[in-house]
């Protein structure tokens, strides 16, 4: 992968979890990766760390301009363990989108999804 990609992928992870942050989440965090996994456990490490949604939730970040939504989502699934996969991508010049599986959306139209968020999200802005 050329330097400029994997700094644009970084520049990309950077934002979505400041977008996170100014959306309600203070404590999202970029995620602490080396070859796609955590520097000091080795695990599979998300892109972005949020807490109160990461917990359930594996996030995926790809800024690119000819993506392979398949590929990216299969990598999420991989990833994901038993969360829900979600990517998150974005082309030049254009809004970012979320991509969730169409099995996992009836879950947010009833509410049984996010789990808890409202309580864990006011939880960690009091902390």
Sequence with gaps: ????????????????????????????????QFSGRNVSTGEDAPDVIVPGVTEWMHIECKAVERLNLQDAMDQAKRDAGEKIPCVIHKRNNCEPMATILLKDLPKFLRGDLPPNTKNEKEKENNE
């Design 1 to 32: 992968m050329p330097i400029n990609s994997r700094q644009k992928g970084a520049r990309f992870e950077r934002w979505v979890s400041q977008w996170f942050r100014f959306e309600g989440w203070g404590k999202a965090i970029r995620g602490c």
